[in-house]
């Protein structure tokens, strides 16, 4: 991991070079429910929105939004590259933001995951979080998709 350089992702940087390899692996990662380059640039010129990016020899291999909300901080996404998982990355993306809201006082992390991204679950548990509870999504694109509610706490 000594390797590794996590980068501020801030809207400054919404034109940064990194954004194209960040907008490739979205789209390998999540086909046709991938953000766009024009949402990344909207949800990190949102209110307390800040975004990390993972940088191995130049190249990006993972990333993570994060807002800070009234008392819990929501991660609304870590993403690491297939061909880069299971080598701790995503475990370093989700520390940083712990360090990070240690300084904004937040009482802990929150995040939401599809019913069905088992793996996905499964990370965020190794991270300490715990489920508590399904709700379903009843607009937007994702309408009528379960999604577990998980929660980390301070
Ligand atoms: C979830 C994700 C970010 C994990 O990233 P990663 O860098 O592979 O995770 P780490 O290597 O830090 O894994 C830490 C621990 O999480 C657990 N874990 C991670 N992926 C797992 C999997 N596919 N199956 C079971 N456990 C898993 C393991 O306990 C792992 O420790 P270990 O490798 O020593 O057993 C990555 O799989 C990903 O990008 N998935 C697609 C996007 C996604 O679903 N993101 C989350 C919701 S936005």
């Known amino acids: 991991m000594d390797n590794i350089q996590i980068k501020w992702w801030v809207v400054a940087d919404a034109e940064c070079a990194h954004l194209k390899d960040i907008v490739e692996i979205e789209d390998e990662v999540f086909g046709e429910h991938a953000m766009s380059a024009k949402d990344f640039k909207d949800v990190l010129a949102g209110f307390a929105t800040y975004g990390l990016i993972a940088i191995r020899n130049g190249n990006v291999v993972g990333y993570c939004l994060y807002q800070q909300g009234a008392n819990f901080t929501w991660v609304l996404n870590v993403v690491v590259p297939t061909d880069c998982r ?31 991204w088992l793996p996905a679950q499964l990370f965020f548990r190794s991270q300490g979080f715990v489920s508590s509870g399904t709700l379903e999504n009843s607009h937007g ?14």
């Not at 577990?148 to 301070?154: A, R, T």
């Open 141 to 154: 694109e994702d309408a009528g998709i379960r999604m577990v509610f998980m929660k980390e706490w301070n």
């Open 86 to 116: 299971r080598e701790g990355i995503g475990e370093l993306l989700i520390n940083r933001v712990k360090q990070k809201m240690q300084t904004l006082k937040s009482d802990g992390l929150e995040c939401l995951v599809h019913e069905r």
